[in-house]
């Protein structure tokens, strides 16, 4: 073989072998970078909960009657001793089936019957009396004249004295028998007729606002009966039920940023964790034991409603100024936490210690320092000592917080009722001018 062919074909096959290394050479995987940073943290515990007035009174029927209509709606003022929420009357006449009307009707007759025999026997036991009462003073005439003896004028005079008591016990029986014929018409009274009398007001027993009507309607109604909710609109708090086993992370005292109600973010501190756990089935139809936290408002709850829906951040640790990074740069290597650390243009496999994390960013106690630079979103195609170019760099101040789940708050009332006066104040002012009513009414 010539000269020249070897050296076309020795070209050609250090040209392909060229290639073969340049295609089959490791590649720098492009990625995501974010800077490790320092600043404030916090750990919260987050879940829904639900904006409640704090003493709800329920106002019920302090007797059982008939109940006017209640003509009050849902956000109206009342005070405490002088709004009328509705009165309850006697109640009327029931029906009456036909036999129950035969038998009334016969028993009418039958104490009229005896009304005519009442007055008969008064009128026989009458004339007995005035025949005792004439033979009692003609014998004792006769005594005083010497005529009759002693012992005739003491038995005129006990005959007359028997004769006056039966016939007073005789006009009692005629009383009685005139009252059973009252009876008996009464019992025979037309179904529905009224059966007079004043009505009993239903007075409200605190000065707030009406929040709920459970019986609008005029009808009968027992003692007892629920009619309205009250409450007072500016004292508002916020119950929210936690699992068990977050719910003893928590603590007295400890801040709370209220958010997802349709406004910009409330705050609010934790008053009581009740000691009294409930079971609670899941959506997923699993029993969890759930604790109530109850939460007061800081400031003006008046944006929130009775029944309102919300999403609290309870904040059970903090710090001013700690090294951070995103939860989306760690990941699990075997039992430690970890990231890929970028060092002259190669990922390193960087094991950390994590002392506290939120979902979101994660406190570094050991293993990287501030301004160090680690991949985010780590994919299978990086490992350590991979070569990696930057595809994207985030800054790790700028860490991912929950959103507020609303509107900023510019464009809600202060108020969400039209009620002037109403709430604490008012009660405060209006608490010395008014006595308690007394009326029947019940806390939640």
């Known amino acids: 073989m010539s000269k020249s062919r070897l050296t076309f074909w020795g070209g050609l096959a250090g040209l392909l072998a060229l290639l073969a290394l340049w295609a089959f050479w490791p590649r720098a995987v492009p990625v995501d970078l974010v800077e490790v940073s320092s600043g404030p943290m916090d750990v919260t515990i987050s879940d829904e909960g639900e904006a409640r007035v704090r003493d709800l009174f329920v106002v019920s029927a302090p007797a059982g009657g008939q109940l006017s209509r209640i003509d ?27 036999r129950s009307a035969a038998q009334l009707r016969a028993a009418a007759a039958s104490a009229r019957s005896a009304v005519t025999a009442a007055e008969a026997d008064l009128r026989r036991w ?137 406004g910009g973010t409330l705050s609010g501190t934790v008053r009581l964790i009740e000691p009294y756990a409930f079971t609670k089935i899941s959506a997923l139809g699993i029993e969890e034991q759930r604790v109530n936290v109850l939460i007061d408002m800081d400031g003006s709850g008046r944006r929130l409603g009775h029944g309102f829906r919300v999403r609290t951040d309870i904040v059970v640790w903090s710090a001013p100024d700690i090294v951070r990074v995103p939860m989306t740069a760690l990941f699990k290597s075997g039992a430690d936490w970890s990231v890929y650390r970028v060092q002259r243009g190669r990922a390193r496999l960087t094991k950390v210690h994590v002392e506290h994390m939120n979902g ?77 009513n007394g009326q029947a009414a019940t806390t939640d």
Not at 74 to 95: F, K, L, Q
Not at 368 to 393: C, F, M, T, W, Y
């Open 126 to 262: 009458r004339a007995d009396q005035k025949r005792a009462e004439d033979d009692f003073n003609r014998t004792r005439t006769l005594a005083e004249t010497g005529t009759a003896s002693q012992q005739a004028l003491e038995r005129a005079e006990t005959e007359y004295r028997t004769l006056s008591a039966a016939t007073q016990q005789a006009r009692a029986a005629l009383d009685l028998a005139r009252h059973e014929v009252h009876r008996a018409e009464a019992a025979l009274m037309p179904a529905g007729a009224s059966a007079g009398g004043d009505g009993l007001p239903v007075v409200a027993p605190i000065t707030g606002v009406v929040l709920r009507i459970i019986r609008d309607s005029e009808g009968p109604v027992s003692v007892g009966t629920p009619l309205i909710e009250l409450g007072d609109p500016d004292d508002i708090e916020i119950m929210v039920d936690l699992l068990s086993e977050d719910a003893v992370s928590v603590a007295p005292g400890d801040v709370v940023r209220i958010r997802g109600w349709g």
């Open 72 to 98: 009050m709606k849902a956000g109206d003022c009342v005070r405490a001793g002088s709004t009328v929420i509705a009165t309850i009357y006697p109640v009327a006449a029931p029906t009456i089936d036909a």
């Open 360 to 436: 979101h960013a994660a406190e570094i106690v050991s293993g990287l320092a501030q301004g160090d630079l680690v991949i985010e979103h780590p994919s299978r195609n990086i490992a350590d000592g991979v070569r990696v170019k930057r595809r994207s760099l985030r800054s790790g101040n700028v860490i991912e917080e929950p959103d507020s789940g609303g509107n900023s708050g510019a464009d809600v009332p202060d108020d969400i009722t039209s009620c002037e006066g109403s709430g604490r104040g008012m009660a405060e002012r209006t608490g010395k001018e008014t006595a308690s």
